[in-house]
């Protein structure tokens, strides 16, 4: 995979071919391995290669979308230089780098997922106008495209800017003149922190905040940018029509991903957890981006550590398998989706005991999710069912309300019963706790109930025979006008369901 372009005798070192763009060399493969370039070659690669350039392209589906999201943006900052960068590339080892993500303010902007982009919007008199950074294509006349580790010969052609102007409404500029542009005008400027370290320094220092040498207000400006970020993570609480057709896709190709995993459980028996992982994956892979986050793929005991993500342990007959996980769609909105289910097909009694516990509280936490409710709702309700169940079967002292007021099931059910759905697995996660956790549910926002009981195998609090099992129950519910819609519902959730699905599919 890595190497250098041609296999071919040294002719003299040379050094990489100037930028035209500026006095930087063109940045080298980080390996540093060039064989000698010959003038020769470096001439011969320059021409020779058609115009691909592409016409009439279709804006993609939520251009009118993130336009209105962008005009709610200007609305609150006027006369502000807004900054929201999609982010770098992360070194993973030496040249090698991880999969990139775009970070999830700039795509719900933009539509636009690609590395490095800066979405800005400049102050004007009727409003703002927004502009769009971004990588162009591959210089061939300065060598980039086959010298540099991110030239498009090496990682694959990418849009012009021209094009990417006509599929994301937007006027496209070279990100490479970004920082310098930003740094010349000065002025007011927010950014979103957290993306792309080397912009944020630039304006650090324009700002005249730079490091910790506050001769301007490093505080005031991190909470200004704070309240940016804050206010698109709450612009993110209702979603349009787009974003729940796209919710929707993720959490179809979940289920179907649920439905490989029971086929091959035998194979997942023989192997371990990982043969679940994998086969997700390539579900998430073939029909979606990515996984929306860590798979969790948690046999028998494994299914009390929350974030049971490292998944290399036994699958075995007889207990259950608890798997979370959730498909991303190409325009990277994920599903999170939970089954606990018995690896042979059939709950032991004890198990469905503690699964049908598990089911009535989420009955109950989905029935409060509706229009006026209070957020908060779904998640006391789910908490009032599996504390009178831990109270009926003897292992916490009642009554019901007293438990409830010290909280004392949560040895048992550790989490929150959900949380808002999105980009992000964890949506919104910013927004202010009275826009959120003490807000109140509107038609549009779309949230996970996923209530648990999770018995420790070391707690000794608990009967010996409870030792060791969790179980989870998780869907993705939709606020409607008139109340609610699971977009899991494909999966079935009541035992008996599950037991006549799973004999189905491994049939
Ligand atoms: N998959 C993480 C969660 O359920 O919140
Ligand atoms: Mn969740
Ligand atoms: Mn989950």
């Given at each position: 995979?890595?190497?250098?372009?041609?296999?071919?005798?040294?002719?003299?070192?040379?050094?990489?071919?100037?930028?035209?763009?500026?006095?930087?060399?063109?940045?080298?493969?980080?390996?540093g391995?060039?064989?000698?370039?010959?003038?020769?070659l470096?001439?011969?690669?320059?021409?020779?290669?058609?115009?691909?350039?592409?016409?009439?392209?279709?804006?993609?589906?939520?251009a009118?979308?993130?336009?209105?999201?962008?005009?709610?943006?200007?609305?609150?900052?006027?006369?502000?230089?807004?900054?929201?960068?999609?982010?770098?590339?992360?070194?993973?080892?030496?040249?090698?780098?991880?999969?990139?993500?775009?970070?999830?303010?700039?795509?719900?902007?933009?539509?636009?997922?690609?590395?490095?982009?800066?979405?800005?919007?400049?102050?004007?008199?009727?409003?703002?106008?927004?502009?769009?950074?971004?990588?162009?294509?591959?210089?061939?006349?300065?060598?980039?495209?086959w010298?540099?580790?991110?030239?498009?010969?090496?990682?694959?052609?990418?849009?012009?800017?021209?094009?990417?102007?006509?599929?994301?409404?937007?006027?496209?500029?070279?990100?490479?003149?970004?920082?310098?542009?930003?740094?010349?005008?000065?002025?007011?400027?927010?950014?979103?922190?957290?993306h792309?370290?080397g912009?944020?320094?630039?304006?650090?220092?324009?700002?005249?905040?730079?490091?910790?040498?506050?001769d301007?207000?490093?505080?005031?400006?991190?909470?200004?940018?704070?309240?940016?970020?804050?206010?698109?993570?709450?612009?993110?609480?209702?979603?349009?029509?787009?974003?729940?057709?796209?919710?929707?896709?993720?959490?179809?190709?979940t289920?179907?991903?649920?439905?490989?995993v029971?086929?091959?459980?035998d194979?997942?028996?023989?192997t371990?957890?990982?043969?679940?992982?994998?086969?997700?994956?390539?579900?998430?892979?073939?029909?979606?981006n990515?996984?929306?986050?860590?798979?969790?793929?948690?046999?028998?005991?494994?299914?009390?550590?929350?974030?049971?993500?490292?998944?290399?342990?036994?699958?075995?007959s007889?207990?259950?398998?608890?798997?979370?996980?959730g498909?991303?769609?190409?325009?990277?909105?994920?599903?999170?989706v939970?089954?606990?289910?018995?690896?042979?097909?059939?709950?032991?009694?004890?198990?469905?005991k503690?699964y049908?516990?598990?089911?009535?509280?989420?009955?109950?936490?989905?029935?409060?999710?509706?229009?006026?409710a209070?957020?908060?709702?779904?998640h006391d309700?789910?908490?009032?069912?599996?504390?009178?169940?831990?109270?009926?079967?003897?292992?916490?002292?009642?009554?019901?309300?007293?438990?409830?007021?010290?909280?004392?099931?949560?040895?048992?059910?550790?989490?929150?019963?959900?949380?808002?759905?999105?980009?992000?697995?964890?949506?919104?996660?910013?927004?202010?706790?009275?826009?959120?956790?003490?807000?109140?549910l509107?038609?549009?926002?779309?949230?996970?109930?996923?209530?648990?009981l999770?018995?420790?195998?070391?707690?000794?609090?608990?009967?010996?025979?409870?030792r060791?099992?969790?179980?989870r129950?998780?869907?993705?519910?939709?606020?409607?006008?008139?109340?609610?819609?699971?977009?899991?519902?494909?999966?079935?959730?009541?035992?008996?369901?599950?037991?006549?699905?799973?004999?189905?599919?491994?049939?």
């Open positions: 995979m890595d190497g250098v372009p041609f296999e071919e005798e040294v002719v003299t070192e040379q050094p990489a071919p100037a930028n035209p763009e500026g006095d930087e060399p063109i940045k080298q493969r980080k390996n391995l060039y064989p000698g370039l010959s003038d020769e470096a001439e011969n690669m320059k021409t020779g290669w058609a115009d691909t350039e592409l016409h009439d392209l279709q804006p993609v589906e939520q009118p979308n993130t336009a209105r999201r962008r005009a709610a943006l200007s609305a609150r900052f006027p006369g502000e230089r807004l900054v929201i960068p999609a982010g770098n590339l992360k070194t993973r080892s030496n040249d090698t780098e991880y999969s990139f993500r775009a970070s999830t303010e700039y795509v719900h902007l933009t539509g636009d997922r690609t590395q490095d982009g800066i979405l800005v919007l400049e102050p004007t008199a009727a409003g703002h106008e927004a502009t769009l950074y971004l990588l162009p294509r591959s210089d061939r006349e300065n060598g980039e495209f010298l540099d580790g991110q030239g498009e010969l090496w990682v694959g052609r990418r849009h012009s800017l021209a094009e990417g102007e006509q599929l994301l409404g937007l006027p496209c500029k070279d990100v490479r003149t970004a920082a310098c542009e930003l740094e010349a005008l000065g002025g007011p400027v927010r950014i979103v922190r957290g792309d370290a912009l944020e320094e630039a304006l650090a220092s324009s700002r005249g905040t730079s490091g910790t040498d506050a301007g207000d490093a505080a005031g400006d991190a909470e200004r940018d704070e309240e940016l970020r804050v206010f698109l993570s709450e612009l993110r609480l209702v979603k349009d029509e787009f974003e729940i057709g796209q919710l929707q896709a993720a959490v179809d190709s289920v179907r991903g649920f439905e490989d029971v086929k091959i459980l194979k997942a028996e023989a371990s957890e990982r043969y679940i992982e994998g086969t997700f994956f390539l579900r998430a892979r073939v029909e979606g990515d996984i929306g986050y860590g798979s969790i793929c948690a046999a028998g005991p494994h299914a009390t550590t929350l974030h049971w993500v490292r998944n290399d342990g036994p699958v075995r007889g207990e259950l398998l608890l798997l979370d996980a498909v991303e769609t190409h325009t990277l909105y994920t599903a999170d939970t089954r606990t289910l018995p690896v042979n097909g059939r709950f032991t009694e004890l198990q469905r503690i049908d516990a598990v089911y009535e509280a989420q009955e109950a936490g989905i029935a409060a999710v509706k229009p006026g209070k957020y908060r709702d779904f309700a789910a908490q009032r069912v599996l504390a009178g169940k831990l109270v009926e079967w003897g292992l916490v002292e009642g009554p019901v309300e007293r438990v409830l007021e010290l909280g004392l099931q949560r040895r048992w059910t550790l989490h929150g019963t959900g949380h808002m759905l999105g980009l992000d697995v964890h949506d919104c996660a910013v927004a202010r706790t009275e826009t959120y956790v003490e807000g109140t509107e038609p549009g926002m779309c949230l996970t109930v996923e209530p648990g999770y018995f420790q195998a070391d707690d000794l609090t608990v009967p010996e025979e409870f060791g099992i969790g179980v129950i998780e869907d993705d519910i939709l606020v409607t006008e008139g109340g609610n819609r699971n977009l899991s519902a494909a999966l079935p959730r009541a035992a008996d369901d599950v037991e006549s699905w799973m004999a189905r599919l491994k049939s």
